[in-house]
T-cell receptor, first 115, second 113 residues
Framework: GAVVSQHPSWVICKSGTSVKIECRSLDFQATTMFWYRQFPKQSLMLMATSNEGSKATYEQGVEKDKFLINHASLTLSTLTVTSAHPEDSSFYIC???????????FGSGTQLSVL | GEDVEQSLFLSVREGDSSVINCTYTDSSSTYLYWYKQEPGAGLQLLTYIFSNMDMKQDQRLTVLLNKKDKHLSLRIADTQTGDSAIYFCAESISHFGNEKLTFGTGTRLTIIP
């Protein structure tokens, strides 16, 4: 099956610093990637939809200046959490859709802890 | 708006069948998905069903969709210890050509030896 690689798996950073999370589709091209956030014991919340070569579409309530998304190629999307604060601590998961397909494949997630 | 609900916990004896239920509110969903999440890992797509289907079977997995009642279920036959995980249902809705997935809160399946 299609593989989505997400790095890093976990990251600890100081408050005020920025963190970049990468999401790569290893064996397929993904025109659309999605970024989700999961709080403990809660469901996944869609943060933004990332289309290759265009600006990301953010869900209501998600700060686009805080969560910068770049989808520069058909196999890579990045999420940068800028000026991270403890309330940004969460589990972030990306997913990618196979071109012209309906299936979504998920990365293994990134646990972000902001001290 | 979209809302997807699941019960939080389910315990099943090893070898029995597990049935995980999900209800959703948006009747315009195109696909409905079941995902499995093991501890510390991402989501694994288990199966999905197109909204105009009633049932889909894939080895030990059976998905039933009652579109009238907006009810989706996942049946796992002969449940094994490796099936212990959190199971998420999700509905897919298209908004102006973009697909949006709305997830349920997840059902934690515990297998009793």
């Amino acid at each position: 099956g299609a593989v989505v690689s997400q790095h890093p798996s976990w990251v600890i950073c100081k408050s005020g610093t920025s963190v970049k999370i990468e999401c790569r589709s290893l064996d397929f091209q993904a025109t659309t990637m999605f970024w989700y956030r999961q709080f403990p014991k809660q469901s996944l919340m869609l943060m933004a939809t990332s289309n290759e070569g265009s600006k990301a579409t953010y869900e209501q309530g998600v700060e686009k200046d805080k969560f910068l998304i770049n989808h520069a190629s058909l196999t890579l999307s990045t999420l940068t959490v800028t000026s991270a604060h403890p309330e940004d601590s969460s589990f972030y998961i990306c997913s990618a859709r196979v071109m012209f397909g309906e299936k979504l494949f998920f990365g293994s997630g990134t646990q972000l802890s902001v001290l | 708006g979209e809302d997807v609900e699941q019960s939080l916990f389910l315990s099943v004896r090893e070898g029995d069948s597990s049935v995980i239920n999900c209800t959703y509110t948006d009747s315009s969903s195109t696909y409905l998905y079941w995902y499995k999440q093991e501890p510390g890992a991402g989501l694994q797509l288990l199966t999905y069903i197109f909204s105009n289907m009633d049932m889909k079977q894939d080895q030990r997995l059976t998905v039933l969709l009652n579109k009238k009642d907006k009810h989706l279920s996942l049946r796992i036959a002969d449940t094994q210890t490796g099936d212990s995980a959190i199971y998420f249902c999700a509905e897919s809705i298209s908004h102006f050509g973009n697909e949006k997935l709305t997830f349920g809160t997840g059902t934690r399946l515990t297998i009793i030896p």
